[in-house]
């Protein structure tokens, strides 16, 4: 009887190693806290997000990952995320000072195994179509990727 090695997600080449392992521990936190994670959503106004989560109750958040003061201050197209989520959170290694990252966002202090959540996020309820849009595409391209994991060869292009 042979063995079939269970299939692995490719590396994302895009980012950081500190970057990954922020995504990894905070994805475990989110799971913890009952939301499902889909990593480098890309979203209606063509931003594209870091994480995604979506709670069973419909719940959307997306979480904006810090790997350095200057990754910070290079990139503020975090502020577009808002329109796409019924909260935002920044995620960020222990090494990066958290006293940079604007109080009208959550906060996630995390490494390569876990995460803790600092502080909340406010809630800015989503308005139902767009809830639905983003709920869509959080599906779509978590059923892609799925299908892509099963079928390396298969036609999944940018779907994924």
């Known amino acids: 009887m042979s063995t079939i090695a269970p299939p692995v997600a490719p590396l994302d080449r895009r980012q950081s190693p500190t970057a990954l392992a922020v995504s990894r521990g905070t994805q475990r936190l989110l799971m913890t806290l009952g939301l499902s994670c889909v990593a480098e959503l890309p ?8 994480l995604v989560a979506l709670g069973g ?45 604007p109080a009208s966002a959550g906060l996630i202090l995390a490494d390569g195994y876990g995460a803790e959540l600092v502080r909340e996020a406010p809630e800015h309820r989503l308005h139902p179509a767009t809830r639905k849009s ?8 978590a059923a892609a990727r799925l299908q892509a994991l099963c079928d390396p060869q298969g036609p999944y292009g940018s779907a994924i």
């Open 57 to 101: 109750d419909g719940e959307i958040w997306i979480v904006e990952i810090k790997s350095s003061v200057e990754d910070f201050r290079a990139d503020q197209k975090w502020a577009d995320y808002r329109m796409h989520c019924d909260r935002l959170f920044f995620a960020t290694a222990e090494h990066v000072p958290l006293d940079i990252f």
């Open 43 to 50: 979203l209606m106004s063509g931003r594209r997000a870091d």
């Open 134 to 141: 983003v709920t869509l595409a959080f599906a779509r391209a």
